[in-house]
């Protein structure tokens, strides 16, 4: 079955180091990759995604490449900022009709100033 | 921009009382979805549904019953709580399958606490 491997949290960091949040993942066919982000007290929200292999998913400073040699979709910022702590979750959505998002468990990310 | 919204934000249950939650979407979208979070595990799809009138099962759907009478509204129900229900619950919706590329809009929460 298709499953996102997310390394263990929490991270805490000082403001504008660099950060590295590793996901893996296990799916049939060439799934599309996410990261959400949620932030205190809300939902979860789309921070960018990769459709294919190679393709870099970018916003907010944050990029993660489309790894399908590696399966994986590591979340990287060059600066973090105290506004980043928050907790970001790695997903996958397969091919096929009616498929469905499976998320990893998420990190949660402090950055103290 | 109303998005996705979820009523009630908080509510407190005795084990074995029932209650209804309902989540609204604006935006025309085909599915919408059910999660619980839970800490150390993640979100967990509950149910879902492709469309008005429809219904399915996620990965932890027992002690929970969903109904999807209007397009926009998708309501979860617990006919008898108990405290393994305590979690917060995500409402989330998204475009149908064609124009789908996997993202999902989601509400603020519901938090849930069963004594």
């Known amino acids: 079955g298709n499953s996102v491997t997310q390394m263990e949290g929490p991270v805490t960091l000082s403001e504008e180091a660099f950060l590295t949040i590793n996901c893996t993942y296990t799916?049939?066919?060439?799934?599309?990759l996410f990261w959400y982000v949620q932030y205190p007290g809300e939902g979860l929200q789309l921070l960018l995604k990769?459709?294919?292999?190679?393709d870099k998913g970018s916003n907010k400073g944050f990029e993660a490449t489309y790894r399908k040699e590696t399966t994986s979709f590591h979340l990287e910022k060059g600066s973090v900022q105290v506004s980043d702590s928050a907790v970001y979750f790695c997903?996958?959505?397969?091919?096929?009709?009616?498929?469905?998002?499976?998320f990893g468990k998420g990190i949660t990310l402090s950055v103290r100033p | 921009n109303a998005g996705v919204t979820q009523t009630p934000k908080f509510r407190v249950l005795k084990t074995g009382q029932s209650m209804t939650l309902l989540c609204a979407q604006d935006?025309?979208?085909?599915?919408m979805y059910w999660y619980r979070q839970d800490p150390g595990m993640g979100l967990r799809l509950i149910h879902y549904s492709v469309g008005e009138g429809t219904t399915a099962k996620g990965e932890v759907p027992d002690g929970y019953n969903v109904s999807r009478l209007k397009k926009q509204n998708f309501l979860l129900g617990l006919e008898s709580a108990a405290p393994s229900q305590t979690s917060v619950y995500f409402c989330a919706s998204s475009y149908s399958y064609s124009g789908n590329t996997g993202e999902l809009f989601f509400g603020e929460g519901s938090r849930l606490t069963v004594l």
């Open positions: 997903a996958l959505h397969p091919t096929g009709a009616n498929s469905k998002l499976t």
């Open positions: 990769a459709t294919k292999a190679d």
């Open positions: 799916a049939t066919g060439y799934p599309s």
């Open positions: 935006m025309n979208h085909e599915y």
